[in-house]
C-alpha cells in the first residue's frame, strides 16, 4: 500500500510539472476562470457587490468545470508524445496514473480558486467568504469529479482533435444549460428540466447556494451525492479504457462503459423533475441579489 502511495505522489509531483509546461492547461486553469471572474462581476453584476457572491458562485464552478478540459487535452497530448509509454516502462499501473492526473489536477486548481476569492474582495468589494466549509468541499469532489469525466474522453478518443470536438460539445452543454451563464430560473421550463440530468447543475447550484446562503454541508447532500457517485463511476470507466500507447484502438465496449458514467445523473434527473428541490433554492438565491437580473424574467 505504501508503494502505491508512495508512486502516485512521485507521478503526481511529475504530471505537476508537465502540466506547468502545457500551454493549453494553464489556460484552461488559469486565465479562462480569471477571465470569466472580470466578465460576471465587472459586466453582469454592474460593479455592485452584493451581487458578487452569487456570480462568483458561477465562476468557481466555471473553474472546477474547467479540469474537464484541460485533463483530457492534456493526458492525450502526453500519449501521443509518447510521455505516457515512457511511465509505462515504471512499476505503476493505470489507477496511479489516473489518481495522479486527479491529484496534480486539483493541487494546480487551489491557487485560482484562491485568486478569483481574493480578485473578488480586493476589486469587486465582495463581503464575507460564504460558508467556507461547504464551498471547499464542493470545490474538492468538484474538481474530481470533472477531471474524472475528461479521463473518460481521453480514454475514448484517438487524436487531440477528436478530443477537441468532444469537448467543445460537452462543454457547450455545461456552460449554457447547467446556470453556469445564464441563471438557472431563468432558463426554460423544459431547459431546466434537461439540466437537472448534468452533474454541473448540482455544482453550479451547490456553489451558488454556498456564497449567497451560506448554506452549511449538511443541506446540500444531495448534491455532494450525486458528484461523489459521478466521480467514483467515471474512474473506474476511465481506468478501464485507459491507453499508454496512441496506437491502442478504443474497445467496442468502451461505449457500455462510457454510458455507466451517466446512469447515477439519469436516475437524479428523474427524481428531481419529479419531487426535487432545486428549482426552488435556484429562484431563491437569484431574487437575493434583485439585480443584475430582471426578475420578470422568472415568471415563464
Request: charged share 15%; hydrophobic share 55%.
Amino acid at each position: 500500500m505504501s508503494d502505491v502511495l508512495g508512486d502516485t505522489w512521485a507521478l503526481t509531483l511529475s504530471r505537476m510539472r508537465l502540466a506547468m509546461r502545457n500551454r493549453a492547461f494553464l489556460f484552461f486553469s488559469l486565465i479562462m476562470p480569471l477571465a470569466f471572474l472580470f466578465i460576471y462581476a465587472g459586466i453582469f453584476g454592474r460593479g455592485r457587490s452584493e451581487a458578487v457572491p452569487y456570480l462568483l458562485g458561477e465562476v468557481l464552478a466555471l473553474t472546477v468545470m474547467g479540469s474537464f478540459w484541460g485533463l483530457s487535452v492534456q493526458l492525450v497530448t502526453f500519449r501521443e508524445q509518447g510521455i505516457l509509454r515512457r511511465f509505462r516502462v515504471t512499476p505503476v499501473g493505470a489507477s496511479a496514473m489516473l489518481a495522479s492526473s486527479l491529484v496534480s489536477n486539483y493541487f494546480l486548481t487551489l491557487p485560482t480558486i484562491a485568486i478569483e476569492f481574493y480578485l473578488s474582495r480586493a476589486v469587486f468589494h465582495m463581503t464575507g467568504l460564504g460558508n467556507v466549509l461547504s464551498i471547499f468541499v464542493l470545490v474538492t469532489i468538484g474538481t474530481v469529479t470533472f477531471a474524472s469525466l475528461g479521463l473518460i474522453v481521453a480514454s475514448v478518443t484517438n487524436t487531440m482533435q477528436e478530443t477537441q470536438i468532444i469537448n467543445q460539445i460537452i462543454w457547450f452543454i455545461f456552460l449554457f444549460i447547467s446556470g453556469a451563464t445564464i441563471p438557472f430560473p431563468m432558463l426554460p421550463r423544459s431547459i431546466q428540466s434537461v439540466a437537472l440530468f448534468l452533474p454541473a447543475t448540482y455544482l453550479v447550484s451547490g456553489l451558488q447556494r454556498a456564497m449567497s446562503e451560506r448554506t452549511p454541508l449538511t443541506d446540500l447532500g444531495m448534491y455532494l451525492a450525486s458528484l461523489v457517485g459521478c466521480a467514483l463511476i467515471a474512474f473506474i470507466v476511465s481506468a478501464v479504457l485507459f491507453r499508454w500507447e496512441p496506437e491502442s484502438k478504443v474497445p467496442r465496449r468502451a461505449k457500455l462503459w462510457v454510458a455507466a458514467a451517466i446512469i447515477p445523473f439519469l436516475l437524479l434527473g428523474v427524481w428531481e423533475n419529479l419531487i426535487g428541490d432545486l428549482r426552488s433554492h435556484a429562484v431563491k438565491d437569484l431574487q437575493s441579489i434583485r439585480e443584475p437580473y430582471s426578475m420578470e424574467k422568472l415568471d415563464h
